[in-house]
C-alpha cells in the first residue's frame, strides 16, 4: 500500500510539472508578443526619422517630417497593438473567415461575399484624391513595416491569437482601410432589416392598421437645435419561420436593435461659461474585448489632431484639433432598398427589367474552409443590386416562389469617397472647411457635430438615394424591381441634405433622433434610431444658462431614463396602492412591494438600485403579453421594448388599446389587468434568477457590460482572462447608453454602449477628455488591455492634450523609426 501511494504521489507530483511547465510555456510564447514600446529600429517606407510617444495611458503621440511619415507611424501603432483585430476584421469584409476558423464562419463569409464590399472597396480606391491615396499608401507601409519586424525577430507572430489560429495573411494594403470602412456602414445601417420586418409583419397582423402601433414613426417635426434658453415645464407570401443572422461573435451583421447609435452635442460661446465652444461625443457600438477604437495623436502639418481611430483606419474619426473639434452619430439615413426580382421561368438566369428579361451578372467565387472541401458561389447582380440568398435578413418570408431579393445600397458604390472626406477633417481648420469635406461621404450616413473657436454646427453627411415620388413603398417595404417608378434615380445632391449653422439658442445636438421632417422623397428616412434619449437631453441643456466641459460630462453620464418616468404613471394608474391586503409571501403582496419602491423611483437606472430590474423586466414582460397573441412567433423579432408603443396602446391612441385584449379569450381584456399580469411575469422571472428579495436586488447584476474577446471569449478558463465583465447604470433610453441584450438567459446584459467618450473645451483645448472602454492594447497579457475598463465604468475620463513634452514627461515609451539607409 505504501508504494502505491508513493507512485501516486509521483504521478500526481509529475503532473502538477508538466501543467507548470505548460502555462509556462504558453506564457513564454504569448509573451513573445508583447510589444516593446522602447526602441529605435530601421524602416524602409519613410524618408525622416519617426517618433512615436507613447503617454502613461499609452496613448501614442506621433510626429514625423512630413504627414505621410506620421500615417506610416499611425500604421505602425495600430499593428503593434491591434494586429489581430485589424487581420480578423480585414477577413470578415473580405469574406475569409472560414479559412481560419472553418464552417463555423461559412455562413458569414457566403453572405459577405455576395455583398462584395471588398470589390467595392478595391474600385474606390482610384477615387480618392492623390494626398488621400499617398496617406493610405504610407499606412499600409506603417502596417507592413510591423508585421516584418515581427517576421524578422520572432516575436510570437504579432498576437497570441495568431498560435492558437495560425494563419498566412497578405500584407496591408489601402483598399483594406476602405473596406474597413465599409464594414462600419454595415453595421451601423438597419433599413434592410427593417422592411423585412415590417413587411412580415403587417402579413402577420390580422387588423393592418396596427402596423402603425407596433412600428411607429418618430412623432414631431425634428430636433435639431434648440430655442433661446428657457427652462422646461415638466410635463403577399406566407408566414415563414424566422431565420437568425449569424449568431458568431465575428458576426458583423446585427440585429436591428443594435444598428447604431450616439450622442453629439455642442454649446457656441453664448452658452459656454468659459467663453469658448464645447462639444461632446460618444459612439455607441457592441462592447468587445478589445474596444473597436483606439486613442491616437497625430502632428501633421496642419496642426496637431487627437482623438478615437479604429485601427486599420488612418483616421481620426472623432476629436479634436486646436482649431476644430468633431464627432459622430449614426444618423439612420435611409440608404438600402430589398427589390423583388422576377425570374425568367423558362430560363432562371434572368431576370425582368422594365424592358423585358435580362440575364444576371454573375461571377464564380471560392470560400475555402478549414477542414473541408471548398465551396464555390455563383453570386449574382441585377441593375439594382446584389442578389442576396433567402437565407439570409429573413428573405425568404417576403420573397414570393420564384423570385430573388436584390438590395440597392449607397455602401456599395465604386466612386464612394468616403475615405477622403473623414480623412479630411483632421486637415480642417474651421466649420466651413469640415462641411465641405464632409460632402464627399457616402457611407455610412452620419450626423457630423462641429465646434470651432467661434460657433458650432451640424450636418448630415452621406449619400441619399433618389428616389420617385410615385415609389410603391417609399422604400418602407421590398417593393418590385422592374417597375421604374421603384428604381433608384441616381442621388440626391449632396446639398439636399440638412445642415444647422449658427443655432440662435447656441446649443444643438443628436441622440440619433429625428433631425427634420420633409415630405418623401427628401425625407432623410422613416426610421430613427432614439425619440427617448432627445427628450432627456433637451431637459438637461435647457436647465442651465451656461454649461461647462463638467456640465457636458454629467450630460454624457446621465442615467434617468424618460422612459420610465414617462412610462410607470401611465401604466400603474390603476395600480398603485390599490390591492387588497395579502399575507407575505404571497404573489399579491410581492407585486405590492414592487409597486412600493417603484412609486418612489425618480426613473435613475443606477445599477446598485433594485428599482431598474423591476421596470426593464415589467416592460419587457409588458411588450411580450401585449403582442404575443396578435404576431405569434413573429413576436420573438421584437426583443427590445418600443417606449412609443407602449405609451400608444395605454393611451389608446387611435383604437391602440386593442392590443391590450387577447385574441383567442371570450372576454374583453383590459390594459391594467395586462400590466399586473405582466408585472406577475415579471417578478416571477426575477425571483427564479436573483431571489425574492426585492430590496436587495442590484440592476448591475443583470446589466454586466460585457466587452468579450470576439475569439478567444468562450474557450474555457481562457475566457477569464479575456473577457472584462462590469456592474454598469444606464439602459435602453438613458444618455449613458447601456443598450441590453433582449435575447438569451440573461436578456439584460449591456452589450451595446459608448466604447469612447470624449468632451472638447475650446475655451481651453488641453483640459479636454477622452476614454475608450477597454484599454489601447488588444493583447491581454498587456497592463493596457483593461487599463480604462474601471474608469469608462466609474465615469472618468483622461487629459486630451497635444502637449508633446507633456505626453514625453509622463511616456511608459519612446519609439524611434529611422529610415533604412
Given at each position: 500500500m505504501a508504494t502505491f501511494f508513493q507512485w501516486l504521489m509521483r504521478i500526481a507530483s509529475g503532473l502538477v510539472i508538466l501543467v507548470v511547465l505548460a502555462v509556462a510555456m504558453i506564457y513564454f510564447l504569448a509573451s513573445r508578443s508583447l510589444p516593446t514600446y522602447d526602441k529605435t529600429f530601421t524602416a524602409s517606407g519613410i524618408s525622416q526619422p519617426v517618433e512615436i510617444i507613447r503617454n502613461n495611458a499609452n496613448v501614442p503621440h506621433i510626429f514625423g517630417n512630413n504627414d505621410e511619415d506620421v500615417f506610416f507611424g499611425l500604421g505602425y501603432a495600430h499593428a503593434q497593438d491591434r494586429l489581430w483585430q485589424m487581420i480578423t476584421m480585414r477577413r470578415t469584409v473580405q469574406g475569409r473567415l472560414s479559412e481560419v476558423f472553418g464552417q463555423q464562419t461559412l455562413e458569414i463569409d457566403t453572405l459577405m461575399r455576395r455583398l462584395d464590399l471588398a470589390t467595392a472597396a478595391r474600385m474606390s480606391v482610384s477615387a480618392q484624391d492623390p494626398d488621400i491615396l499617398i496617406a493610405l499608401q504610407a499606412y499600409a507601409r506603417g502596417v507592413n513595416a510591423r508585421i516584418e519586424e515581427v517576421n524578422q525577430e520572432a516575436l510570437g507572430r504579432g498576437a497570441p491569437e495568431l498560435f492558437l489560429f495560425q494563419q498566412t495573411f497578405a500584407p496591408w494594403q489601402p483598399a483594406d482601410s476602405i473596406a474597413l470602412q465599409k464594414l462600419m456602414a454595415l453595421q451601423l445601417t438597419g433599413h434592410l432589416q427593417s422592411e423585412v420586418l415590417r413587411a412580415r409583419t403587417s402579413l402577420a397582423l390580422p387588423d393592418a392598421d396596427r402596423l402603425r402601433d407596433i412600428l411607429p414613426d418618430a412623432p414631431g417635426k425634428g430636433i435639431a437645435t434648440l430655442p433661446k434658453y428657457a427652462n422646461l415645464v415638466p410635463g403577399t407570401p406566407v408566414f415563414a419561420q424566422s431565420q437568425p443572422l449569424p449568431a458568431h461573435p465575428l458576426s458583423p451583421f446585427t440585429p436591428l436593435p443594435l444598428s447604431g447609435a450616439s450622442n453629439a452635442w455642442a454649446a457656441a460661446p453664448s452658452r459656454s461659461a468659459a467663453g469658448g465652444t464645447l462639444l461632446a461625443n460618444d459612439p455607441h457600438l457592441g462592447l468587445s474585448a478589445p474596444a473597436i477604437w483606439y486613442l491616437a495623436r497625430l502632428e501633421l502639418q496642419s496642426g496637431g489632431v487627437i482623438g478615437a481611430t479604429i485601427p486599420g483606419i488612418p483616421a481620426i474619426l472623432a476629436g479634436r484639433s486646436d482649431q476644430l473639434g468633431w464627432g459622430v452619430t449614426a444618423a439612420y439615413v435611409d440608404d438600402q432598398d430589398i427589390f423583388i426580382e422576377e425570374l425568367d421561368a423558362s430560363n432562371p438566369e434572368s431576370y425582368r427589367t422594365s424592358t423585358g428579361f435580362k440575364p444576371f451578372k454573375t461571377r464564380?467565387?471560392?470560400?475555402?474552409?478549414?477542414?473541408?472541401?471548398?465551396?464555390?458561389?455563383?453570386?449574382?447582380?441585377?441593375?439594382?443590386?446584389?442578389?442576396?440568398?433567402?437565407?439570409?435578413?429573413?428573405?425568404?418570408?417576403?420573397?414570393?416562389?420564384?423570385?430573388?431579393?436584390?438590395?440597392?445600397?449607397?455602401?456599395?458604390?465604386?466612386?464612394?469617397?468616403?475615405?477622403t472626406a473623414l480623412m479630411g477633417l483632421m486637415r480642417a481648420t474651421d466649420i466651413s472647411a469640415a462641411l465641405a469635406t464632409g460632402k464627399d461621404h457616402t457611407a455610412p450616413g452620419l450626423t457630423l457635430t462641429l465646434a470651432d473657436q467661434n460657433d458650432v454646427a451640424m450636418a448630415l453627411i452621406g449619400a441619399l438615394p433618389r428616389r420617385d415620388a410615385i415609389h410603391q413603398s417609399q422604400g418602407r417595404l421590398p417593393s418590385l424591381g422592374w417597375r421604374p417608378e421603384n428604381q433608384w434615380q441616381g442621388?440626391?445632391?449632396?446639398?439636399?441634405?440638412?445642415?444647422?449653422?449658427?443655432?440662435?439658442?447656441?446649443?444643438?445636438?443628436?441622440?440619433?433622433?429625428?433631425?427634420?421632417?420633409?415630405?418623401?422623397?427628401?425625407?432623410?428616412?422613416?426610421?430613427?434610431?432614439?425619440?427617448?434619449?432627445?427628450?432627456?437631453?433637451?431637459?438637461?441643456?435647457?436647465?442651465?444658462?451656461?454649461?461647462?466641459?463638467?456640465?457636458?460630462?454629467?450630460?454624457?453620464?446621465?442615467?434617468?431614463?424618460?422612459?420610465?418616468?414617462?412610462?410607470?404613471?401611465?401604466?400603474?394608474?390603476?395600480?398603485?396602492?390599490?390591492?387588497?391586503?395579502?399575507?407575505?409571501?404571497?404573489?399579491?403582496?410581492?407585486?405590492?412591494?414592487?409597486?412600493?419602491?417603484?412609486?418612489?423611483?425618480?426613473?435613475?437606472?443606477?445599477?446598485?438600485?433594485?428599482?431598474?430590474?423591476?421596470?426593464?423586466?415589467?416592460?419587457?414582460?409588458?411588450?411580450?403579453?401585449?403582442?404575443?397573441?396578435?404576431?405569434?412567433?413573429?413576436?420573438?423579432?421584437?426583443?427590445?421594448?418600443?417606449?412609443?408603443?407602449?405609451?400608444?396602446?395605454?393611451?389608446?391612441?387611435?383604437?391602440?388599446?386593442?392590443?391590450?385584449?387577447?385574441?383567442?379569450?371570450?372576454?374583453?381584456?383590459?390594459?391594467?389587468?395586462?400590466?399586473?399580469?405582466?408585472?406577475?411575469?415579471?417578478?416571477?422571472?426575477i425571483e427564479e434568477r436573483y431571489g425574492q428579495q426585492l430590496e436587495a436586488l442590484r440592476w448591475g447584476d443583470a446589466h454586466q457590460a460585457t466587452h468579450d474577446h470576439p475569439t478567444l471569449g468562450k474557450v474555457p478558463l481562457l475566457r477569464y482572462f479575456v473577457n472584462i465583465r462590469q456592474s454598469t447604470s444606464g439602459g435602453d433610453n438613458t444618455l449613458q447608453r447601456g443598450k441590453t441584450a433582449g435575447v438569451g438567459d440573461n436578456p439584460f446584459l449591456n452589450v451595446h454602449a459608448a466604447g469612447y467618450r470624449g468632451v472638447y473645451d475650446f475655451a481651453d483645448p488641453d483640459s479636454s477628455v477622452f476614454v475608450i472602454s477597454t484599454g489601447q492594447s488588444g493583447h491581454f497579457l498587456s497592463r493596457f488591455y483593461d487599463d480604462m475598463a474601471q474608469l469608462w465604468r466609474r465615469g472618468e475620463y483622461i487629459p486630451m492634450s497635444l502637449d508633446k513634452e507633456l505626453a514625453r514627461a509622463a511616456a511608459v515609451g519612446v519609439t524611434i523609426i529611422t529610415p533604412t539607409p
Amino acid at each position: 500500500m505504501a508504494t502505491f501511494f508513493q507512485w501516486l504521489m509521483r504521478i500526481a507530483s509529475g503532473l502538477v510539472i508538466l501543467v507548470v511547465l505548460a502555462v509556462a510555456m504558453i506564457y513564454f510564447l504569448a509573451s513573445r508578443s508583447l510589444p516593446t514600446y522602447d526602441k529605435t529600429f530601421t524602416a524602409s517606407g519613410i524618408s525622416q526619422p519617426v517618433e512615436i510617444i507613447r503617454n502613461n495611458a499609452n496613448v501614442p503621440h506621433i510626429f514625423g517630417n512630413n504627414d505621410e511619415d506620421v500615417f506610416f507611424g499611425l500604421g505602425y501603432a495600430h499593428a503593434q497593438d491591434r494586429l489581430w483585430q485589424m487581420i480578423t476584421m480585414r477577413r470578415t469584409v473580405q469574406g475569409r473567415l472560414s479559412e481560419v476558423f472553418g464552417q463555423q464562419t461559412l455562413e458569414i463569409d457566403t453572405l459577405m461575399r455576395r455583398l462584395d464590399l471588398a470589390t467595392a472597396a478595391r474600385m474606390s480606391v482610384s477615387a480618392q484624391d492623390p494626398d488621400i491615396l499617398i496617406a493610405l499608401q504610407a499606412y499600409a507601409r506603417g502596417v507592413n513595416a510591423r508585421i516584418e519586424e515581427v517576421n524578422q525577430e520572432a516575436l510570437g507572430r504579432g498576437a497570441p491569437e495568431l498560435f492558437l489560429f495560425q494563419q498566412t495573411f497578405a500584407p496591408w494594403q489601402p483598399a483594406d482601410s476602405i473596406a474597413l470602412q465599409k464594414l462600419m456602414a454595415l453595421q451601423l445601417t438597419g433599413h434592410l432589416q427593417s422592411e423585412v420586418l415590417r413587411a412580415r409583419t403587417s402579413l402577420a397582423l390580422p387588423d393592418a392598421d396596427r402596423l402603425r402601433d407596433i412600428l411607429p414613426d418618430a412623432p414631431g417635426k425634428g430636433i435639431a437645435t434648440l430655442p433661446k434658453y428657457a427652462n422646461l415645464v415638466p410635463g403577399t407570401p406566407v408566414f415563414a419561420q424566422s431565420q437568425p443572422l449569424p449568431a458568431h461573435p465575428l458576426s458583423p451583421f446585427t440585429p436591428l436593435p443594435l444598428s447604431g447609435a450616439s450622442n453629439a452635442w455642442a454649446a457656441a460661446p453664448s452658452r459656454s461659461a468659459a467663453g469658448g465652444t464645447l462639444l461632446a461625443n460618444d459612439p455607441h457600438l457592441g462592447l468587445s474585448a478589445p474596444a473597436i477604437w483606439y486613442l491616437a495623436r497625430l502632428e501633421l502639418q496642419s496642426g496637431g489632431v487627437i482623438g478615437a481611430t479604429i485601427p486599420g483606419i488612418p483616421a481620426i474619426l472623432a476629436g479634436r484639433s486646436d482649431q476644430l473639434g468633431w464627432g459622430v452619430t449614426a444618423a439612420y439615413v435611409d440608404d438600402q432598398d430589398i427589390f423583388i426580382e422576377e425570374l425568367d421561368a423558362s430560363n432562371p438566369e434572368s431576370y425582368r427589367t422594365s424592358t423585358g428579361f435580362k440575364p444576371f451578372k454573375t461571377r464564380k467565387s471560392i470560400i475555402n474552409i478549414k477542414d473541408a472541401k471548398p465551396v464555390t458561389l455563383t453570386l449574382r447582380w441585377t441593375d439594382n443590386g446584389p442578389v442576396l440568398p433567402g437565407s439570409a435578413f429573413n428573405l425568404a418570408a417576403v420573397t414570393p416562389p420564384g423570385h430573388v431579393a436584390s438590395l440597392g445600397w449607397t455602401a456599395l458604390s465604386p466612386q464612394d469617397r468616403s475615405t477622403t472626406a473623414l480623412m479630411g477633417l483632421m486637415r480642417a481648420t474651421d466649420i466651413s472647411a469640415a462641411l465641405a469635406t464632409g460632402k464627399d461621404h457616402t457611407a455610412p450616413g452620419l450626423t457630423l457635430t462641429l465646434a470651432d473657436q467661434n460657433d458650432v454646427a451640424m450636418a448630415l453627411i452621406g449619400a441619399l438615394p433618389r428616389r420617385d415620388a410615385i415609389h410603391q413603398s417609399q422604400g418602407r417595404l421590398p417593393s418590385l424591381g422592374w417597375r421604374p417608378e421603384n428604381q433608384w434615380q441616381g442621388l440626391l445632391p449632396a446639398t439636399d441634405t440638412p445642415t444647422f449653422e449658427k443655432p440662435s439658442g447656441g446649443i444643438l445636438g443628436n441622440t440619433n433622433n429625428k433631425i427634420v421632417e420633409r415630405p418623401f422623397p427628401r425625407h432623410i428616412s422613416f426610421l430613427w434610431g432614439d425619440s427617448q434619449r432627445i427628450q432627456r437631453w433637451q431637459r438637461l441643456m435647457q436647465n442651465r444658462r451656461v454649461h461647462t466641459r463638467d456640465s457636458f460630462i454629467e450630460a454624457q453620464l446621465d442615467t434617468v431614463s424618460f422612459s420610465a418616468r414617462a412610462l410607470l404613471p401611465l401604466i400603474a394608474a390603476d395600480l398603485w396602492y390599490t390591492s387588497e391586503a395579502a399575507p407575505d409571501g404571497s404573489r399579491a403582496r410581492q407585486r405590492q412591494r414592487a409597486l412600493a419602491l417603484l412609486s418612489e423611483w425618480n426613473g435613475e437606472m443606477n445599477e446598485h438600485m433594485p428599482e431598474p430590474l423591476i421596470y426593464a423586466a415589467w416592460m419587457r414582460s409588458l411588450q411580450s403579453r401585449l403582442i404575443r397573441d396578435d404576431l405569434g412567433p413573429l413576436a420573438e423579432e421584437f426583443t427590445h421594448v418600443e417606449p412609443l408603443f407602449i405609451e400608444r396602446v395605454f393611451r389608446d391612441v387611435e383604437g391602440a388599446a386593442a392590443w391590450c385584449d387577447v385574441r383567442q379569450s371570450a372576454r374583453m381584456e383590459t390594459c391594467s389587468e395586462m400590466a399586473q399580469l405582466a408585472l406577475d411575469d415579471a417578478l416571477l422571472a426575477i425571483e427564479e434568477r436573483y431571489g425574492q428579495q426585492l430590496e436587495a436586488l442590484r440592476w448591475g447584476d443583470a446589466h454586466q457590460a460585457t466587452h468579450d474577446h470576439p475569439t478567444l471569449g468562450k474557450v474555457p478558463l481562457l475566457r477569464y482572462f479575456v473577457n472584462i465583465r462590469q456592474s454598469t447604470s444606464g439602459g435602453d433610453n438613458t444618455l449613458q447608453r447601456g443598450k441590453t441584450a433582449g435575447v438569451g438567459d440573461n436578456p439584460f446584459l449591456n452589450v451595446h454602449a459608448a466604447g469612447y467618450r470624449g468632451v472638447y473645451d475650446f475655451a481651453d483645448p488641453d483640459s479636454s477628455v477622452f476614454v475608450i472602454s477597454t484599454g489601447q492594447s488588444g493583447h491581454f497579457l498587456s497592463r493596457f488591455y483593461d487599463d480604462m475598463a474601471q474608469l469608462w465604468r466609474r465615469g472618468e475620463y483622461i487629459p486630451m492634450s497635444l502637449d508633446k513634452e507633456l505626453a514625453r514627461a509622463a511616456a511608459v515609451g519612446v519609439t524611434i523609426i529611422t529610415p533604412t539607409p
